[in-house]
């Protein structure tokens, strides 16, 4: 892969000396072939032209035999004829040689000429036909056409004599020609094979070193891929490549398998990837995603910045018939081609262990700080309102579960069942954060806000509440660490040899908290509120001692709701106070008496005092009342909405207040008790609330 | 303007400042430290921003996602169907990856985490002026 650009060349070599060297022998067989012909002919001309040479003579001594034959009077017939084969052969031989190229054309040229001087001389020879004889008895002798005959054999014969030589020389000059064309010939085709075999000899070791090469080419090529295999079968993180058409390639990293649980990774879409282990939502966007990182606008800084898979959380089977959750990271790097995007590599981690691990890392935090905040909080109250804060806490879980395992069906069921755990862990969020229990209380806020949520919705099932069960054992679990630890700050305290002043020790008092701890609870939240909202008030309690220890609980649970009223609703703050002219800061008075029919409780503060058109307004919003009803309500009655169930001046939620359950659990609690409760105020001046609790039965008491 | 476009080598930009924040918008327009920007508008919300873009025809737009009336993905949308070779620079605190893929998909062209820094701010616009 690496090496494609060496190889191709190459290959490329190899191939052009093969076509050379086929070029190259067809060449020189053409070559080779065309001289061997014209050799074989050169070979065969030379035959004739050296068959030429023997004639002259031969025709010469043939003569002279005719001569001698007649002089003798013997028999010529024979003589004759073989006269008349050799010119016939030599005239046809010659006609042969006259039409071959490259001889020697002067002595061609003179060879023609003497033959053509030849050839009426013979002729007369030649054209005798008789009997050169007249015999007689006793004698012969010439006949007359035999003398006739006789002299032109004769004349033939000088001429031939005088010219055989001539005529020979010049043949051989012809064949010296032809012999001469022919071994030049012979060279030249000695000349092409030794080239042809010298370049088939380089030929060939180029192509053998090619070979070698290629060999080695592709073993370094081999090398290459398998370790491209090694890499991909050893790397942690899994990588691939998608196509044009999200597909990812052949190509992918062994790490995927066990990330996805699957090994059939080739040709399968991002999206096939994908289903079934994330929520349709998370999909979609992550298509869009991939979708953007081939257009144009995605600059890699800016698609890493909104990469939606950068903790992608998954389902995965666990192969145990479960599911198991993990965390992958996506990172996507764009490959560009000549023409755009070529394909986008995906390297995938698997990031499970160090999200679980910041994960716990941030819940040891918040613990620490929430075990912190609680150690801050324990050590600044007595133990023993700690205690009490304790067990009426868990009592007013157990009250929350009771109610939560009450069966509902309507609407209004499951609403009244809202309600009532509403006024519950309000009640506990506000004891909490007396105690600066900031933990319990954000814990308890935070159930609230659930509260809230299902509040808002139009339908309820059961199934809705389960998330607050979760919660509220989570909160009991809170609950016993605080006791736990409750007992070991009490064990601490308790030790006599602990230097004085280090840890402010409460002297250990009766079992069940008396007046003077709801004293300094009321007073301490009183300064945590004050400051908490930026109000500036002060408390004054009177004759709380006389409460009953019957009382105590309840009306420590309704002072703290109507204190924390005070604070956020009531006392303005200090710009509103300056300008309405009162002096300094606001005052929280709270008396505790006897009276006839039993015990009297007024809390008063001197704020802002209640708006009677206001609260219709508000009940109106929170459709507790139409607007008609509201119109015909009088004062007393508007005043009287404060006590409904769910309702609240404040638009804001804070941790104090704003829920519009406060005075509701107040009248509650005093209806509980047999109680009455009563408001009334003057706007501007002040708000005060009068509460009649029956006489106690001292006997149950005591 | 007019020097600019005879020099011939560069065009003031015109910047269009969407964010219902004014302390982001005063910020923008006091942090950005080019000279060949010019700042032609700046808008509360969506409505207001396809308004100020029809008269202004910026060429460049900070664009915050969570806005009334209007948000900034819809906002988007319209802009890019109004004026689709204006580049829009997204500056929002981007909790949802989600919705910044979405705002890239209808036309966004940068972003921006808020909380930045003036060099953050330079650095993005600059990608998208040139």
């Known amino acids: 892969m690496l090496l494609s650009g060496a190889d191709r060349n190459r290959r490329l070599l190899t191939a052009a000396a093969g076509i050379l060297l086929a070029a190259v022998m067809g060449l020189v067989l053409i070559v080779g072939f065309r001289l061997a012909t014209q050799i074989r002919a050169s070979v065969g001309t030379l035959q004739q032209a050296s068959e030429l040479e023997a004639y002259p003579s031969a025709i010469s001594e043939q003569l002279t035999a005719l001569r001698q034959r007649l002089d003798t009077l013997e028999y010529t017939g024979h003589v004759h004829g073989e006269l008349d084969s050799s010119v016939r052969g030599f005239n046809r031989d010659f006609t042969v040689l006259e039409h071959q190229k490259g001889l020697d054309p002067a002595a061609m040229h003179a060879a023609t000429a003497l033959w053509g001087n030849y050839t009426p001389v013979l002729a007369k020879v030649l054209s005798y036909h008789g009997e050169p004889y007249s015999d007689t008895a006793t004698n012969s002798s010439l006949s007359r056409s035999g003398r006739v005959y006789y002299a032109h054999v004769r004349r033939a014969e000088l001429f031939a004599q005088a010219n055989a030589a001539a005529l020979h020389g010049e043949l051989a000059l012809v064949s010296a020609s032809l012999q001469a064309r022919t071994a030049a010939a012979a060279s030249r085709l000695r000349w092409l094979l030794s080239g042809g075999v010298l370049a088939v000899l380089l030929l060939g070791l180029a192509a053998a070193y090619l070979q070698v090469a290629r060999g080695r080419g592709e073993r370094a090529a081999r090398d290459a891929q398998d370790q491209t295999r090694d890499i991909l ?53 992550a298509m869009k995603f991939i979708k953007l990182l081939w257009g144009e606008r995605a600059h890699e800084n800016l698609m890493k910045s909104i990469n939606p898979l950068g903790q992608l959380e998954v389902s995965m089977d666990n192969g145990r018939g479960g599911k198991e959750t993990r965390y992958l990271q996506f990172d996507f790097h764009r490959v560009m081609g000549p023409k755009g995007v070529k394909h986008v590599l995906c390297a995938v981690g698997d990031i499970t262990s160090s999200v679980l691990l910041a994960r716990e890392l941030h819940e040891a935090q918040e613990n620490a700080h929430s075990q912190l905040d609680m150690m801050v909080g324990m050590l600044h109250s007595d133990p023993l309102q700690l205690g009490s804060f304790l067990d009426s806490a868990s009592a007013g879980l157990k009250h929350v579960n009771a109610i939560l395992k009450e069966p509902a069906r309507t609407h209004a069921e499951f609403s009244k069942k809202l309600a009532g755990l509403a006024r519950e862990l309000h009640s506990m969020k506000g004891e909490a954060s007396a105690l600066n229990l900031m933990s319990i209380a954000q814990r308890v806020h935070h159930l609230e806000d659930m509260l809230a949520e299902l509040k808002g919705r139009s339908e309820l099932t059961g199934n809705d509440f389960l998330p607050l069960v979760l919660k509220l054992d989570e909160l009991l679990a809170h609950l016993r660490g605080v006791r736990e630890m409750t007992l070991k700050l009490s064990s601490l305290r308790e030790q006599p040899d602990s230097p004085e002043g280090t840890i402010s020790a409460p002297a250990l008092r009766s079992a069940t908290a008396g007046p003077e701890e709801l004293t300094a609870t009321l007073q301490s939240l009183a300064r945590k509120l004050a400051q908490d909202h930026g109000k500036d008030f002060t408390l004054a309690l009177t004759g709380l001692a006389q409460c009953p220890p019957a009382y105590l609980g309840t009306l420590k649970d309704c002072l703290i709701q109507m204190l924390r009223n005070a604070a956020v609703h009531g006392i303005e703050a200090d710009e509103v106070r300056r300008a309405g002219a009162k002096n300094g800061g606001g005052q929280v008075r709270v008396e505790f008496r006897r009276v006839e029919s039993g015990y009297e409780l007024t809390f008063e503060d001197d704020g802002a005092g209640l708006s009677p058109e206001a609260l219709k307004e508000a009940a109106v919003r929170k459709n507790l009342l139409s607007e008609e009803q ?18 609240s001046t404040r638009n804001e939620v804070s941790m104090d207040a704003g829920r519009g359950a406060g005075m509701d659990v107040v009248a509650r609690a005093v209806y509980g008790l047999g109680g009455r409760i009563g408001v009334s105020t003057n706007p501007g001046r002040y708000t005060r609330f009068k509460i009649a609790l029956p006489a106690v039965d001292e006997t149950a008491v005591a | ?122 650095e993005a616009i600059a990608e998208l002026m040139y």
């Open chain 2, 1 to 122: 303007m007019d020097t600019a476009q005879d020099t011939g080598t560069r065009r003031t930009v015109k910047l269009l400042i969407v964010d219902d924040s004014n302390i982001v918008r005063r910020r923008i327009e006091r942090s950005q430290q080019f000279d060949d920007l010019e700042v032609v508008g700046t808008a509360a919300n969506g409505i207001e921003a396809l308004e100020l873009a029809r008269r202004t025809d910026p060429d460049l737009v900070t664009m915050d996602l969570t806005m009334p009336q209007m948000d900034g993905i819809e906002c988007i949308t319209q802009l890019v169907r109004l004026k689709p070779e204006v580049r829009i620079l997204v500056i929002s605190a981007l909790a949802d990856k989600a919705t910044a893929v979405e705002a890239m998909e209808r036309g966004a062209n940068g972003f921006l985490n808020k909380p930045f820094t003036d060099r953050q701010l330079n």
């Open chain 1, 630 to 647: 509201a119109a015909q309500l009088d004062n007393r009655a508007a005043l009287a909405l404060i006590f409904k169930p769910g309702f």
């Open chain 1, 233 to 285: 079968a050893t790397v942690r993180e899994g990588l691939f490549l998608l196509d044009a058409d999200y597909r990812i390639g052949a190509v992918w990293s062994q790490a995927l398998t066990s990330m996805f649980g699957r090994s059939d990774f080739a040709g399968l879409t991002f999206e096939e990837l994908l289903r079934d282990k994330v929520p349709p939502e998370t999909l979609n966007t």
